[in-house]
Antibody, heavy 117, light 108 residues
Framework: QVQLKESGPGLVAPSQSLSITCTVS????????VHWVRQPPGKGLEWLVV???????TYNSALKSRLSISKDNSKSQVFLKMNSLQTDDTAMYYC???????????WGQGTTLTVSS | QIVLTQSPAIMSASLGERVTMTCTAS???????LHWYQQKPGSSPKLWIY???NLASGVPARFSGSGSGTSYSLTISSMEAEDAATYYC?????????FGAGTKLELK
């Protein structure tokens, strides 16, 4: 079955950078796009970036300078890198698969990122 | 970017009550690209209704969706306890994809 699972460092100091990994199973990254969405505590959903099946990318323009996405098709992994972290980057970070009509049909369980000194 | 405004922000309903929540877009969205997600505390969002009116797998038939242009809604014909959750609308008519702020539905 389709599964996505995020993994990340948990706690990062302000101004530092981080990398979060989304490991997928049950489908191929060469056939589906994968998005990153974050959710600050008690707040709504914010779209960050997508890596399409062909490897091209689209970024949230507000965060583009601090984000980088890549993937390893052979390992079924998608990588999100974010630099210059601030306290308002504290959030749950989800990866999600894009379905046929641009909905997000499968989501990971999320990985919590806390930015704090 | 397209802004989605959901109302009400919070609502409560009794068992068996009919529930309707709305999602208004700042510009017209194709109904094919307007979707809804359900999220319960401590869980990730789940695709609930796609392309305005199509129920995702496993979603009870008491749920329905409708709308066009800039105005969309999600309706529960008869509230059940398990329906208490936050519901988010989502558009991908135009990039960047955006989400509404959510409607939190509570059991009265």
């Amino acid at each position: 079955q389709v599964q996505l699972k995020e993994s990340g460092p948990g706690l990062v100091a302000p101004s530092q950078s981080l990398s979060i990994t989304c490991t997928v199973s049950g489908f191929s990254l060469t056939s589906y796009g994968v998005h990153w969405v974050r959710q600050p505590p008690g707040k709504g959903l914010e779209w960050l970036v997508v890596i399409w099946s062909d490897g091209s990318t689209t970024y949230n323009s507000a965060l583009k300078s601090r984000l980088s996405i890549s993937k390893d098709n052979s390992k079924s992994q998608v990588f999100l890198k974010m630099n210059s972290l601030q306290t308002d980057d504290t959030a749950m970070y989800y990866c999600a698969r894009q379905g046929d009509l641009y909905y997000f049909d499968y989501w990971g369980q999320g990985t919590t990122l806390t930015v704090s000194s | 970017q397209i802004v989605l405004t959901q109302s009400p922000a919070i609502m409560s309903a009794s068992l068996g009550e009919r529930v309707t929540m709305t999602c208004t877009a700042s510009s017209s969205v194709s109904s094919s690209y307007l979707h809804w997600y359900q999220q319960k505390p401590g869980s990730s969002p789940k695709l609930w209704i796609y392309s305005t009116s199509n129920l995702a797998s496993g979603v009870p038939a008491r749920f329905s969706g409708s709308g066009s242009g800039t105005s969309y809604s999600l309706t529960i014909s008869s509230m059940e306890a398990e329906d208490a959750a936050t519901y988010y609308c989502h558009q991908y008519h135009r990039s960047p994809p955006t989400f509404g702020a959510g409607t939190k539905l509570e059991l009265k």
